[in-house]
T-cell receptor, first 118, second 113 residues
Framework: GAVVSQHPSWVICKSGTSVKIECRSLDFQATTMFWYRQFPKQSLMLMAT?????????EQGVEKDKFLINHASLTLSTLTVTSAHPEDSSFYIC??????????????FGPGTRLTVL | GENVEQHPSTLSVQEGDSAVIKCTYS??????FPWYKQELGKRPQLIIDIRSNVGEKKDQRIAVTLNKTAKHFSLHITETQPEDSAVYFC????????????FGGGTRVLVKP
């Protein structure tokens, strides 16, 4: 149980185009999902918290107009990188919390999406 | 906001020896401390976690200790094996702050056969 999927697993795009990444909780419901970015040999940095049915909460320094987040259902959150540039190339990872987890602590991570912008 | 420091950044041990990674956190309201193992290009995998009402937790060769007063927690891996080679991350979260995870900088562990 507690499986999170991401699609696509990797994507290569041209500079200036937009890319959408999907994060799905497959066997549980998640009112909250998180989006992280990880550059090579670095740690995971939280970009934003995605809340079902409401606007996402962005961390300081993350441009909300560039990284659009939509959490339309209890099992799906999407991250759209708009007008992507080479500096946006990174490993994007989502995580989700199980609504039914009474401890409400553990986050389940997706497999990540490798974005390369040419 | 929360800040998590992790040491060392790299750790090389001989197979069979123990490995210890230490983390400190800044916000005394943090109440959940997970440890993750990440292999290259893969998702972080939870290997053990501890909550603020517990001082120590063990799972086979892995143990975590928490000192709330000093605001630090440590990961101990005993009888290391080559498959333990990976990057390990500590993290801390505060339930009142939406359980957002703040990660340490990571420790690259190499277990030499």
């Amino acid at each position: 149980g507690a499986v999170v999927s991401q699609h696509p697993s990797w994507v290569i795009c041209k500079s200036g185009t937009s890319v959408k990444i999907e994060c799905r909780s497959l066997d549980f419901q998640a009112t909250t999902m998180f989006w992280y970015r990880q550059f090579p040999k670095q740690s995971l940095m939280l970009m934003a918290t995605s809340n079902e049915g409401s606007k996402a909460t962005y961390e300081q320094g993350v441009e909300k107009d560039k990284f659009l987040i939509n959490h339309a259902s209890l099992t799906l959150s999407t991250l759209t990188v708009t007008s992507a540039h080479p500096e946006d190339s990174s490993f994007y990872i989502c995580s989700a919390r199980d609504l039914g987890d009474l401890t409400y602590n553990e986050q389940f991570f997706g497999p990540g999406t490798r974005l390369t912008v040419l | 906001g929360e800040n998590v420091e992790q040491h060392p950044s790299t750790l090389s041990v001989q197979e069979g020896d123990s490995a210890v990674i230490k983390c400190t956190y800044s916000d005394s309201a943090s109440n959940y401390f997970p440890w993750y193992k990440q292999e290259l290009g893969k998702r972080p995998q939870l290997i053990i976690d501890i909550r603020s009402n517990v001082g120590e937790k063990k799972d086979q060769r892995i143990a975590v200790t928490l000192n709330k007063t000093a605001k630090h927690f440590s990961l101990h891996i005993t009888e290391t094996q080559p498959e333990d080679s990976a990057v390990y991350f500590c993290a801390a979260s505060i339930r009142a702050a939406g359980n957002k995870l703040t990660f340490g900088g990571g420790t690259r562990v190499l277990v030499k056969p």
